[in-house]
T-cell receptor, first 114, second 112 residues
Protein backbone atom coordinates (compact mmCIF):
# COMPACT_ATOMS: atom_id res chain seq x y z
CA UNK A 1 0.00 0.00 0.00
CA UNK A 2 0.89 3.65 -0.19
CA UNK A 3 3.60 4.67 2.21
CA UNK A 4 5.21 7.95 3.13
CA UNK A 5 8.73 7.64 4.41
CA UNK A 6 10.36 10.33 6.49
CA UNK A 7 14.04 10.57 7.34
CA UNK A 8 15.73 10.96 9.73
CA UNK A 9 13.57 9.78 12.61
CA UNK A 10 15.82 11.40 15.17
CA UNK A 11 18.38 14.13 14.75
CA UNK A 12 20.47 16.14 17.14
CA UNK A 13 22.26 19.20 15.84
CA UNK A 14 24.25 22.05 17.28
CA UNK A 15 22.75 25.48 17.58
CA UNK A 16 23.43 27.53 14.48
CA UNK A 17 23.67 24.61 12.10
CA UNK A 18 21.12 23.49 9.53
CA UNK A 19 19.33 20.18 9.30
CA UNK A 20 17.39 18.64 6.45
CA UNK A 21 14.39 16.35 6.80
CA UNK A 22 13.16 14.31 3.85
CA UNK A 23 9.67 13.16 3.08
CA UNK A 24 9.17 10.61 0.32
CA UNK A 25 6.08 9.07 -1.17
CA UNK A 26 7.18 5.52 -1.91
CA UNK A 27 4.64 4.19 -4.40
CA UNK A 28 2.56 7.15 -5.43
CA UNK A 29 3.13 10.62 -6.73
CA UNK A 30 2.38 13.55 -4.50
CA UNK A 31 2.10 16.97 -6.08
CA UNK A 32 1.35 18.34 -2.65
CA UNK A 33 2.82 17.49 0.72
CA UNK A 34 2.22 19.05 4.08
CA UNK A 35 4.64 19.75 6.91
CA UNK A 36 3.45 19.84 10.51
CA UNK A 37 5.19 20.64 13.76
CA UNK A 38 4.28 19.57 17.26
CA UNK A 39 5.67 21.10 20.41
CA UNK A 40 5.34 19.17 23.69
CA UNK A 41 1.76 18.95 24.91
CA UNK A 42 0.55 20.95 21.92
CA UNK A 43 -1.42 20.14 18.80
CA UNK A 44 0.17 19.24 15.53
CA UNK A 45 0.24 22.53 13.67
CA UNK A 46 0.46 22.93 9.93
CA UNK A 47 3.63 24.77 9.00
CA UNK A 48 3.51 24.82 5.24
CA UNK A 49 2.14 23.26 2.10
CA UNK A 50 4.79 21.97 -0.27
CA UNK A 51 3.92 22.13 -3.97
CA UNK A 52 5.88 20.24 -6.59
CA UNK A 53 7.62 22.61 -8.95
CA UNK A 54 6.54 25.79 -7.22
CA UNK A 55 7.01 27.71 -4.02
CA UNK A 56 5.71 26.40 -0.76
CA UNK A 57 2.84 28.09 0.99
CA UNK A 58 3.62 28.96 4.59
CA UNK A 59 1.19 29.35 7.43
CA UNK A 60 1.04 32.60 9.34
CA UNK A 61 3.88 32.93 11.79
CA UNK A 62 6.18 30.42 10.08
CA UNK A 63 9.39 31.97 8.81
CA UNK A 64 9.93 30.94 5.21
CA UNK A 65 13.60 31.88 5.31
CA UNK A 66 14.17 29.70 8.32
CA UNK A 67 12.18 26.67 7.22
CA UNK A 68 13.17 26.07 3.63
CA UNK A 69 10.94 23.69 1.72
CA UNK A 70 11.87 22.14 -1.59
CA UNK A 71 9.56 19.89 -3.58
CA UNK A 72 11.71 19.15 -6.59
CA UNK A 73 10.07 15.90 -7.64
CA UNK A 74 6.70 14.21 -7.39
CA UNK A 75 7.96 11.88 -4.67
CA UNK A 76 10.22 14.02 -2.51
CA UNK A 77 9.79 17.09 -0.35
CA UNK A 78 12.49 18.36 1.98
CA UNK A 79 12.31 20.64 4.98
CA UNK A 80 15.52 22.38 5.97
CA UNK A 81 15.69 24.08 9.33
CA UNK A 82 18.35 26.73 8.87
CA UNK A 83 20.41 28.19 11.69
CA UNK A 84 18.60 25.98 14.15
CA UNK A 85 18.11 27.10 17.73
CA UNK A 86 16.95 25.17 20.79
CA UNK A 87 13.44 26.61 20.42
CA UNK A 88 13.21 24.81 17.06
CA UNK A 89 13.43 21.49 18.87
CA UNK A 90 10.20 19.77 18.04
CA UNK A 91 8.49 16.88 16.30
CA UNK A 92 8.18 17.45 12.55
CA UNK A 93 5.93 15.27 10.42
CA UNK A 94 4.91 15.30 6.80
CA UNK A 95 1.83 14.05 5.03
CA UNK A 96 0.85 13.45 1.44
CA UNK A 97 -2.54 12.83 -0.17
CA UNK A 98 -2.97 10.22 -2.84
CA UNK A 99 -5.03 10.69 -5.97
CA UNK A 100 -7.74 8.80 -4.14
CA UNK A 101 -7.82 11.48 -1.42
CA UNK A 102 -6.31 9.26 1.24
CA UNK A 103 -3.76 11.12 3.36
CA UNK A 104 -0.69 9.28 4.56
CA UNK A 105 1.69 10.49 7.20
CA UNK A 106 5.38 9.95 7.51
CA UNK A 107 6.87 8.46 10.65
CA UNK A 108 7.91 11.88 11.93
CA UNK A 109 11.26 13.38 12.82
CA UNK A 110 12.35 14.40 16.30
CA UNK A 111 14.70 17.35 16.17
CA UNK A 112 16.78 18.33 19.18
CA UNK A 113 18.95 21.41 18.93
CA UNK A 114 21.65 21.64 21.57
CA UNK B 1 -10.57 29.46 11.77
CA UNK B 2 -11.22 25.85 12.65
CA UNK B 3 -10.47 24.82 16.21
CA UNK B 4 -10.47 21.28 17.50
CA UNK B 5 -10.81 20.49 21.18
CA UNK B 6 -10.32 17.13 22.83
CA UNK B 7 -11.61 16.23 26.24
CA UNK B 8 -10.25 14.90 28.52
CA UNK B 9 -6.59 15.78 28.09
CA UNK B 10 -5.63 12.63 29.96
CA UNK B 11 -7.47 9.54 31.05
CA UNK B 12 -6.46 6.58 33.13
CA UNK B 13 -8.61 3.46 33.25
CA UNK B 14 -8.23 -0.11 34.50
CA UNK B 15 -7.86 -2.82 31.91
CA UNK B 16 -11.11 -4.13 30.52
CA UNK B 17 -13.10 -0.94 30.84
CA UNK B 18 -14.96 0.63 27.97
CA UNK B 19 -14.14 4.27 27.44
CA UNK B 20 -15.09 7.29 25.35
CA UNK B 21 -12.87 10.04 24.05
CA UNK B 22 -14.43 13.28 22.93
CA UNK B 23 -13.61 15.68 20.12
CA UNK B 24 -15.36 18.89 19.15
CA UNK B 25 -14.75 21.27 16.27
CA UNK B 26 -15.96 24.80 15.69
CA UNK B 27 -16.60 24.81 11.93
CA UNK B 28 -19.01 22.14 10.76
CA UNK B 29 -17.97 22.57 7.10
CA UNK B 30 -15.62 19.63 7.18
CA UNK B 31 -14.69 17.10 4.53
CA UNK B 32 -13.85 14.34 6.96
CA UNK B 33 -12.70 13.59 10.49
CA UNK B 34 -9.96 11.21 11.49
CA UNK B 35 -8.81 9.64 14.69
CA UNK B 36 -5.12 8.89 15.05
CA UNK B 37 -3.00 7.13 17.58
CA UNK B 38 0.41 8.49 18.53
CA UNK B 39 2.80 6.43 20.59
CA UNK B 40 5.66 8.13 22.46
CA UNK B 41 8.48 8.97 20.10
CA UNK B 42 6.57 7.65 17.11
CA UNK B 43 4.57 8.99 14.21
CA UNK B 44 0.85 8.83 13.63
CA UNK B 45 -1.25 5.76 13.02
CA UNK B 46 -4.59 6.38 11.38
CA UNK B 47 -7.35 4.54 13.25
CA UNK B 48 -10.60 5.60 11.69
CA UNK B 49 -11.72 8.05 9.06
CA UNK B 50 -15.29 9.30 8.87
CA UNK B 51 -16.46 11.15 5.81
CA UNK B 52 -18.71 14.13 6.42
CA UNK B 53 -21.68 12.19 5.05
CA UNK B 54 -21.16 9.29 7.45
CA UNK B 55 -22.31 8.90 11.03
CA UNK B 56 -19.86 6.31 12.29
CA UNK B 57 -17.05 3.93 11.48
CA UNK B 58 -15.97 0.79 13.24
CA UNK B 59 -12.72 -1.12 13.34
CA UNK B 60 -12.37 -3.96 15.77
CA UNK B 61 -12.83 -2.63 19.29
CA UNK B 62 -12.94 0.95 18.06
CA UNK B 63 -16.04 2.85 17.07
CA UNK B 64 -16.02 6.48 16.03
CA UNK B 65 -19.13 8.58 15.62
CA UNK B 66 -19.62 11.92 13.94
CA UNK B 67 -22.33 14.51 14.51
CA UNK B 68 -21.34 17.11 12.00
CA UNK B 69 -24.13 19.53 12.79
CA UNK B 70 -23.16 19.77 16.44
CA UNK B 71 -19.45 19.63 15.71
CA UNK B 72 -18.77 16.55 17.78
CA UNK B 73 -17.12 13.19 17.43
CA UNK B 74 -16.51 10.41 19.90
CA UNK B 75 -14.09 7.51 19.86
CA UNK B 76 -15.34 4.51 21.77
CA UNK B 77 -12.83 1.87 22.83
CA UNK B 78 -14.28 -1.38 24.07
CA UNK B 79 -12.59 -3.71 26.52
CA UNK B 80 -9.49 -1.57 26.84
CA UNK B 81 -6.06 -3.20 26.97
CA UNK B 82 -2.67 -1.95 28.21
CA UNK B 83 -1.56 -1.89 24.59
CA UNK B 84 -4.14 0.80 23.93
CA UNK B 85 -2.10 3.22 26.03
CA UNK B 86 -1.16 6.09 23.72
CA UNK B 87 -2.19 9.60 22.80
CA UNK B 88 -5.28 9.75 20.63
CA UNK B 89 -5.59 12.65 18.22
CA UNK B 90 -8.66 13.91 16.47
CA UNK B 91 -8.24 15.86 13.24
CA UNK B 92 -10.62 17.41 10.73
CA UNK B 93 -10.11 18.23 7.09
CA UNK B 94 -11.82 21.27 5.69
CA UNK B 95 -13.94 21.03 2.57
CA UNK B 96 -11.78 21.27 -0.55
CA UNK B 97 -8.55 20.87 1.36
CA UNK B 98 -6.09 18.20 2.40
CA UNK B 99 -4.93 20.20 5.40
CA UNK B 100 -5.71 18.74 8.79
CA UNK B 101 -6.51 20.66 11.94
CA UNK B 102 -5.60 18.64 15.00
CA UNK B 103 -6.72 18.65 18.58
CA UNK B 104 -4.16 18.46 21.37
CA UNK B 105 -4.99 14.84 21.99
CA UNK B 106 -6.09 12.68 24.86
CA UNK B 107 -3.38 10.72 26.62
CA UNK B 108 -4.79 7.35 27.54
CA UNK B 109 -3.26 5.04 30.12
CA UNK B 110 -4.76 1.59 30.56
CA UNK B 111 -3.64 0.08 33.84
CA UNK B 112 -3.13 -3.71 33.92
Amino acid sequence: GAVVSQHPSWVICKSGTSVKIECRSLDFQATTMFWYRQFPKQSLMLMATSNEGSKATYEQGVEKDKFLINHASLTLSTLTVTSAHPEDSSFYICSAPTSGNTIYFGEGSWLTVV
Amino acid sequence: KQEVTQIPAALSVPEGENLVLNCSFTDSAIYNLQWFRQDPGKGLTSLLLIQSSQREQTSGRLNASLDKSSGRSTLYIAASQPGDSATYLCAVTGAGSYQLTFGKGTKLSVIP
